[in-house]
Structures are given as C-alpha cells and as structure tokens.
C-alpha cells in the first residue's frame, strides 16, 4: 500500500475539450437554494440563489432557462432599475450586470472578497451594495467601478433606496442615510436581535420584518415604531414588500401572509409542499412569486390568496439507494420507509412500497421480475413481479442495519447485516437466510459480487475481505485507513475502487495492494464506466471524475452542496441520489468531449476561472483559467483585508487555456483570494493555505 497526494489536472488538451454534464431530475428545473426574484412582468421571473444558480422564465414560470454558472459562488439579491437594467449582488464581492432583461449578464469588480447582501440603484448609473462587517459601496457609472464607503460595522442584509437622498439598511441593526448614501448613521432601538428586511412605501411609512416574530413599523420616518405580531406561531419574517399603504405580503418558512390594512391585520396562507421559502416579490396587487430553498417556486395571480407550484419534486427527503434495471426502469430506497419506481429514465417516480416504520438502504433486481431490498430494522424484502408486491423474509430481535444485498444467481444472495464477524447467505432465492461467520471479528456494511466466485466484503477501519471461491472462503485484503469503507465497484478482476472518509483507494490486482489517495471529503458512492472512466460523489455536492484509470482525478465541477449519496450508471446513463429529494442525471457518461472534425484544438466559448487545486494548499497549488479571445489580463492574490500579495499575471494573452503555479511558501497560513481580470471580465475566488 502506498499513499499519494490527489492532484487535479483540469483535463484540457490541445485537441480535445473535456465538459462534465449532469442535469436535475428532481428537484426540477433545479435544487439549489433560491435567495431572491425578480418579476419584471407577470411573465417575465428571474431567480438568483446558491451556487451562482440563475434561472429566467418568459412564460410566467411554465418553463424555465438554467443560466447557472457551474462552480459559482452564491448569489443573493436581484435588482432592476426598468425593464432591461439589473444587477445581481453575491458571496465574495460579486456583482453581475444585465442590460436586456437576463438574457445575458457580466462581472463588475466590487474590489472586496465580502459578501454581499443587497444591491439597489437610484438611476441607472448611481447604485449601492452592502453586506457583511457594515460593507457599503458606491457605483456612479452603473457599477463600472464602485467606492467602499463604510461608516458603520453592522453586517447588512436589506437595503432601500426611498428617493435619491433617503434610504434605509437593516441586518444586525438598522441604519440610514439622509445625504444619498455619504454617511449612515445606526439607530436601532434593539427591538429585535435581526433584522431581515426593508421596506418603505414613502418616506414616512416603513415596515422592517425580524427574527422574532414581529415586524415593526413606522409612520413618521422612523422616529416612532410600532411592534405587530402578525401571526403567533410563527417565529420570523424573511422578506418584506407593499404594494401601496395598505396591501403587502410577508415570507416566513412556509408560510405567506397578506394584509390589505397596512400591516395591522395579516392573513397566513401554507404554500403547499414548501419547506423554507426566502423571497417574494410582487409586480401589482394580484401577480407575485416567491421562492425558497431546495429550488422552491411558487406563483400567485390573485394577490397571494392561492399559490400555484412551478417545480417539481420527487416526494422523498433522503433517498439511501438506487439501482436500475435498464435506462428506463430504476428504483430508490428511501429513509422513510418507501420503494419509488420509475419507467422513463427517472423523470417520474411512483411509490410502489411504503411502510414508515422502516427504511430502505439497498436495493437489487437480478432480472426483470426479481429482487431485493433492505434495510432497518432487520428488514429484507423480496418480489416477484418487479416490485408491485414485496414480502418480508427475514426479521430478528437485534433491529440490525442490513446495509447491502447481492444475488449472483436466482438463489444465491448475501446480505450484510452489521453483526460483527457476520454476513447473512441464502440458497433460495432470499425465502431464508443463515449467518456466516467471517475471518475476521469487523463490521461489513456492503457487499460486491463481480462475477459467480469473485466477490467482495467492505466495513470498518478499511475492512475488506474478497473471496474467489463463491464465499466458501474469504481473506483480507484491508488498507489501514481507520475509517470505514462506504462504497466498492470494480472495472474487471483486477481493477477496483473504494471510497471513503478523506480518500479513494484503487487497486490493479485484486485488491491484494491499494494505493490510497488522500481527498478533503467523504466519499459516498463510486462507479467504473470502463477501464479509464470513473466517477467518485460525496457528501457537500462532491463529484469527481477520472478519464485515465484514476491516474488524474478532475473536481472542478460542482452542481450543489446537497449531500450525495448513491450513484449507478447503466452505459453512459448514470443518476445520483441525496437528500432532500435530489435526483442528477446524465446521458452521456456526465463528461461530454468536444472535438473539431480534423481534431484540432476547440476554442473557448467562455472565460472561466476555476476553483485552484488542491485546496487547502501547502505551499503549492494550481490556478487555471480560459480565455475565448485576446485579452489584456491580470491574476493577482490579495489576502483577506483586500491587500495585493502577489501578481501571478500581467500580459496580453491568446484564447486557450492557462495553468499558473502559485507558490506560497513566503506567505502566513490563512485565507487568500484570486482574481481573474480579462477585459471586462472579472471573477474572484477564495483559497486557504494551510501550513
């Protein structure tokens, strides 16, 4: 055994471009967390959220454009001036600019790693951006370039503009400007711990919503504030807007209220199927949208009485499995007790078992009709006839975890029952079970059989046992690790992976030697495509793919932070499974290969810059970036108080695409940023040195 660093190489080369693709099953048109709207129109939606997600609708939410950036950091407010004019404020200085309605959007440089939190401009070019350590900023050319201004150390989540001069700021207190945004002055009057929103319908009348359940308002430019409950068995209040004086809506969690008196009664409405909504925003009286985490939207035409659901959700929270039979017909387990089948690829799903006092954890079909399924307490369940119908065959005392199950013919099955030194056989087709006793007194949680007598046992502290002879025998075969084994899958009788916490094991024999490559994350599932094209998903939205046989791995690309837990691949198929609801799937392999017909290098299409590798880092890591045409650029590092600390470029470059070592070894331990400037082009991003 022998353990390397993981070192990514950005699989580029000079006659072939390399692009992972995987879409959202569930939820749809995507599961990222939606911060803010923008409703320009009854028709025309865009929403803004984590993971630089970006989706725009024409046609009133009944389909939706994904202009999400992969790899982005979060996006948290949208604002537009008219029609056409918009800016976006987000996670590490970001601010994006549009000029036709988001059709199309580009970088403008804020000049500070801060997150910010509003964004809101009083002409087209004259704007403000605030957000956390009382960060405000001022543009006066449209956000060309933008002038830090800070004058208070609240950190700033809500900001509005009432008129050119007058303007209010809410977060960890409330502050407000009198002279066009020159100076801020606090005036809370620690009425709430939080404050999450702003608005003011003139310059006398203003509601701020809270963390505790009320709301405040004013009637006389805030020298006097009245305190509403809106509704006691609600907690907070996210997002506030009026319409007039008198109609207004507040978001808290899954509820929407509505007042048509200013505010002193409200009315609550339960959007239907919603777990967390953040944002709401109204173009009239009747036609508004709100919006939440898990890729929530919700659409009103008759002012928030009736909401109408434009996103689908598979309806489970955790799914533990999933196994398909073809491209079309696939199962998943969840940890609520439920059997889900689908027979178009994954698109829908039907409930086909259900029984909330256990929980599914694997599943198995060895053709059509016949298959398994697991989980706790001591649960195995068999069917006959494609999963209508199950019936349970096995159940003890002990309430273990039977974590896996695999036939390798009609009769023979194992299961892994979590009894140390155990695993569970059956002759019969799963009818009854007896225990084995194994080698060795360890946890098994997983079981892989890669032909009628090769098989494998995975578990605790790198646990693994194989055996060649149809389990008459089994011999260690661990890696010393000290972490457990979550997932193994093998390319043919030599060549294998394993995943687990903080590493990916690979093995060209067998499993009789393991080289162990060092990762910063916990591996949850793998699969082998062929001998060279392997994918590894983890928890936090972790995926990873290798196109050499796991000489390179590439995790550069990154649809979410949801935790990922199963992955199959049926060809170039594949679907991965988390929680809450969350279904990726791909057709083609998730890595599509762009080639020109005489097999040049393929341009650019986009500047990117992308994520540097290894992080942490000590002291080396890689910057990489693409450019489509000719630009003057820069890449410089800046350290966390926004101080230059090195210049790694500074010269007119051709479209392609660049690699930068970036050495620290003269600089302290701690977070730095980089910056890409290409034209007008800007993108920064956050890396950690750890020494």
């Given at each position: ?527 082998i495509l062929d001998e060279l094209k392997w994918w590894v998903i983890g928890e936090n939205g972790v995926m990873m793919y290798t196109l050499d046989g796991g000489e390179h791995w590439d995790l550069s690309y990154q649809l979410t932070n949801h935790h990922l837990l199963d992955m199959t691949f049926i060809g170039n198929n594949g679907w991965i499974i988390g929680y809450p609801g969350l279904i990726l799937h791909t057709s083609n392999s998730g890595v599509t290969f762009i080639e020109d017909e005489e097999n040049n290098f393929v341009q650019p299409k986009d500047f990117l810059l992308q994520q540097n590798y290894p992080n942490p880092f ?60 290409a034209g007008e082009f800007v993108e920064t991003k956050k890396m950690t040195l750890l020494k």
């Amino acid at each position: 055994m022998r353990n390397i660093v993981l070192v990514i190489v950005f699989l580029l080369s000079i006659s072939l471009q390399v692009n992972a693709q995987w879409g959202w099953h569930s939820p749809s048109p995507q599961g990222n967390a939606i911060n803010d709207v923008a409703m320009l129109s009854r028709d025309t939606l865009i929403c803004v959220g984590e993971f630089g997600t970006i989706l725009r609708s024409t046609n009133a939410g009944g389909s939706w454009q994904n202009q999400t950036r992969i790899n982005e950091s979060d996006l948290n407010k949208i604002y537009f001036i008219d029609n056409k004019t918009g800016w976006i404020a987000g996670a590490m200085g970001k601010v994006m600019k549009t000029t036709d309605a988001g059709e199309t959007w580009f970088t403008q440089s804020t000049s500070t790693s801060l997150t910010l939190y509003d964004v809101e401009f009083t002409s087209i070019d004259k704007g403000f951006v605030v957000g956390e350590n009382g960060y405000i900023a001022k543009t006066t050319n449209g956000g060309n370039s933008w002038q830090a201004i800070t004058t208070t150390q609240l950190t700033l989540f809500s900001l509005q503009f009432i008129d050119s001069l007058n303007a209010w700021a809410v977060g960890d207190g409330i502050s407000r400007t009198t002279n066009g945004g020159v100076s801020w002055v606090d005036v809370d009057q620690q009425l709430a711990s939080y404050y999450h929103s702003v608005f003011f319908i003139n310059n006398d009348t203003g509601w701020i919503s809270t963390n505790e359940g009320k709301i405040i308002k004013t009637t006389n430019a805030g020298v006097d504030w009245e305190i509403i409950v809106p509704d006691s068995t609600i907690w907070g209040y996210l997002k506030i807007q009026f319409i007039d004086p008198n109609n207004g809506w507040l978001v808290s969690f899954r509820n929407i209220l509505r007042t048509s008196d200013g505010g002193i009664t409200w009315i609550t409405s339960i959007l239907p199927d919603a777990i967390s909504l953040r944002a709401l925003n109204f173009v009239d009286e009747r036609n508004g949208i709100s919006v939440g985490i898990n890729g929530e939207i919700y659409i009103t035409t008759d002012g928030g009485i009736n909401w109408e659901k434009k996103f689908k959700r598979v309806p489970f929270f955790s799914g533990n499995c999933c196994f398909f039979l073809n491209t079309e017909v696939g199962f998943i387990g969840t940890d609520d007790g439920r059997i889900l089948k689908t027979t178009n690829v994954g698109i829908e799903w039907l409930s086909i078992y259900d029984n909330d006092s256990v929980s599914i954890w694997n599943i198995y079909f060895i053709n059509d009709s016949l298959g398994w399924a697991t989980g706790y307490p001591s649960v195995i369940l068999r069917t006959t006839n494609g999963g209508n119908n199950w019936i349970r065959t096995y159940d003890n005392f002990w309430n273990n975890y039977i974590s896996s199950i695999q036939f390798t013919t009609d009769s023979i099955g194992w299961a892994c029952n979590y009894q140390q030194g155990e695993v569970l056989y059956s002759d019969d087709g799963g009818l009854s079970w007896i225990q084995k006793n194994l080698p060795v007194n360890k946890y098994f949680t997983d079981v892989l059989f890669t032909s009628l007598d090769v098989g494998y046992l995975i578990g605790e502290e790198g646990s693994v046992l194989r055996t060649s002879n149809a389990g008459i025998t089994w011999v260690s075969k661990n890696f010393n690790t000290g972490q457990y084994v979550n997932d193994i899958c093998f390319a043919d009788d030599s060549t294998g992976l394993a995943v687990g916490f903080q590493y990916i094991a690979k093995t060209i024999n067998g499993g009789t030697n393991w080289e162990i490559i060092n990762t910063n994350f916990m591996a949850t599932s793998c699969s082998i495509l062929d001998e060279l094209k392997w994918w590894v998903i983890g928890e936090n939205g972790v995926m990873m793919y290798t196109l050499d046989g796991g000489e390179h791995w590439d995790l550069s690309y990154q649809l979410t932070n949801h935790h990922l837990l199963d992955m199959t691949f049926i060809g170039n198929n594949g679907w991965i499974i988390g929680y809450p609801g969350l279904i990726l799937h791909t057709s083609n392999s998730g890595v599509t290969f762009i080639e020109d017909e005489e097999n040049n290098f393929v341009q650019p299409k986009d500047f990117l810059l992308q994520q540097n590798y290894p992080n942490p880092f000590n002291p080396n890591t890689i910057i990489s970036y693409q450019l489509p045409v000719t630009r003057n650029v820069t890449l410089k590092v800046y350290d966390l108080l926004g101080k230059e600390v090195a210049t790694l470029v500074n010269e007119e470059k051709p479209s392609g695409h660049y690699e930068i070592n970036f050495n620290a070894s003269n600089l302290a331990s701690g977070i730095y940023y980089y910056q890409l400037r290409a034209g007008e082009f800007v993108e920064t991003k956050k890396m950690t040195l750890l020494k």
